[in-house]
């Protein structure tokens, strides 16, 4: 278990830096990629794109920063747990969204974004998936009981 716990600890901090970076190239491409006269990153619809990567990323680094924490202070698997699945959860809208807003560019082998997208497909589901990581932490809450709940979700 301690090895799924330090595992799903990396996974997570990994997940942060590879969404950060995809973050950075997708900013820039869509700044520079020119459609009708102007840069791709002027319509609406990119735009959202663009709002929803950087709120994922955000809470993707929280999530990194939550479980390296949680790791470091030996809290309980909980923190963890729930720090990895959401962690895996934004890897899956980033790679999508950042291959979206690249369309066929973001695919081919040589660019950067194809790389870390495969690896945060990767890493969501390494040392556990998403839904591994929930069920954990529901059985925790269960255990816990109705009473301690609250004790049991602040824990660390």
Sequence with gaps: MQ???AGGAIRAIQIAGAARRTLELTARY?????????????????????????TE????TAAGDAAAAAFDQGLPDFAIAAAQARASK???????????????????SEYRLHRLTRRLWSWRDEF???AEWNRMN???IAAAGADHIWATLSAG
């Design 128 to 130: 556990g998936s998403e």
């Design 138 to 140: 529901g059985r925790a």
């Design 3 to 5: 090895v799924r716990k």
């Design 30 to 54: 869509s700044s520079e990629r020119r459609q009708f006269g102007r840069p791709i990153n002027r319509f609406q619809a990119l735009q959202g794109n663009l709002a929803v990567i950087a």
């Design 57 to 60: 990323t955000a809470a993707t």
């Design 90 to 108: 934004a890897a899956s809208i980033i790679a999508a969204l950042g291959h979206q807003v690249h369309g066929a560019m973001g695919f081919t």
